[in-house]
């Protein structure tokens, strides 16, 4: 059930969300989104500039964490603003099992404009992949 | 060699309209694993109040990184984009992208500065409709890693 502005309180847990991801899951957003950096798709380039491996776009993770929200919020469009520091990559490796990003959110604020600030965490192989990350959501 | 500051204030030319399409927004929906049906089916974003399925939050990233083509690829700037990582990313959304729009962006570049060896460029894309409505505003922070003064890097 979508949640109204009424009954939000400042502390309270998003459900939380567990998103695989896949080398398919980077193939696939790469054509959805036309960002063919070849670090999201080829090894050997992705190592020869320093990377571990193929790592996931930083939109894509973004995009995957901000489903913590929309799915709470039960509309896409409630997202107001959204935004994130990318502080270190999640790494994709080509095992057929990938990697998951766990995604845990919490209500820091209520806003003057009536909007809800959601502060977002999102890891992957237990570490921190995203920074700072915050959505203002409109509830009805 | 670091950027020219002197890029900061710099606007680029609207880019030509985009088209948002219905089974666009599906695709990048799919993309995403976002599963919302105001994302795929007319009748259910008409009753989430919206006049046509939406796009997902992140959506404008379309737009705003087909836009910054024009100032990566500027030789007077220089930027080596081999070297570019994200930094940050934020959208400000003035209303939903939905399936219909015809949308210009227009690339403003905010700030460059270098620090420890890496420039940073604050980019700022103001997605608009061919109308002039304000849509959305995507700011992304570009790094290019390695590409200010030699010597100073930790």
């Known amino acids: 059930m979508t949640p109204t502005l009424s009954e939000v309180t400042v502390g309270d847990e998003l459900p939380a969300l567990t998103v695989p991801v896949t080398r398919a899951d980077l193939v696939r957003y790469a054509g959805a989104s036309g960002d063919f950096n070849p670090i999201h798709w080829n090894e050997r380039f992705a190592t020869e500039v320093g990377l571990p491996d193929v790592i996931a776009h930083g939109m894509l993770t973004m995009a995957l964490a901000g489903r913590i929200v929309t799915e709470w919020a039960g509309d896409p469009g409630a997202v107001a603003r959204y935004s994130v520091r990318f502080t270190r990559p999640v790494v994709v490796p080509d095992d057929g099992v990938g990697t998951e990003i766990t995604v845990t959110g919490k209500v820091a604020a209520i806003n003057e404009d009536g909007t809800v600030k959601v502060t977002i965490t999102a890891k992957a192989a237990d570490q921190a992949v995203l920074g700072g990350a915050q959505a203002h959501v409109r509830l009805p | ?154």
């Open chain 2, 1 to 154: 060699m670091p950027l020219d500051q002197a890029f900061i204030g710099r606007e680029y030319p609207p880019t030509p309209p985009y088209e948002v399409g219905r089974e666009k927004i599906r695709e990048f929906a799919d993309a995403v694993h976002d599963d919302s049906e105001v994302c795929r089916d007319t009748d259910a974003a008409k009753a989430a109040g919206h006049p046509d399925v939406i796009a997902p939050p992140t959506f404008a990233v379309i737009l705003s990184m087909g836009a910054h083509d024009a100032l990566v690829g500027d030789p007077e700037l220089g930027l080596d984009y081999s070297r570019v990582v994200h930094g940050q990313q934020e959208f400000v959304h003035h209303r939903p992208i939905r399936a219909g729009d015809r949308l210009v962006t227009v690339v403003h570049v905010d700030d460059i500065m270098a620090r420890a060896g890496n420039d940073f460029l604050t980019v700022r894309a103001e997605v608009g409709s061919v109308d002039g409505e304000r849509v959305c505003t995507a700011t992304s922070l570009l790094v290019a890693r390695g590409t200010a003064e030699e010597g100073d890097q930790a």
